[in-house]
């Protein structure tokens, strides 16, 4: 795969999602600089974890659940690797945002430097 500024900074945040947190698609998007771009997120996923070592599992979609089919090989997984880092699921299989989304704030636009004559 061809490595775009987007992915780049995809890997990037992907890569500080820490233990016992998870993020979203559409917020993993945000960070990198392109809101609309949540289906990119999901196919960087997909075709870099294991190139660059991504925690793909803490990657969840905005309502707080895990992507894949419930019931799926996939699906098992990514629910026992996040339990194993302490995430917590209700009775419905979703995450509770408030209580373990990662905080990252989205990077701050550089500041324009004025010349004065």
Known sequence: MATTDFSAKV???IQQVPMGKV???GQIAKLAG???GSRGVSWILHSSSRTHSLPWHRILNSKGYISFPVGSAEFKKQKKLLQS????FDGNHQIDLQQFQWKKNPPKPKS???MFS
Not at 85 to 88: F, L
């Open 34 to 36: 392109k809101p609309q």
């Open 112 to 114: 324009q430097i004025k």
């Open 85 to 88: 880092e302490g995430v917590e």
């Open 11 to 13: 890997i990037k945040f």
């Open 23 to 25: 993020a979203t698609y």
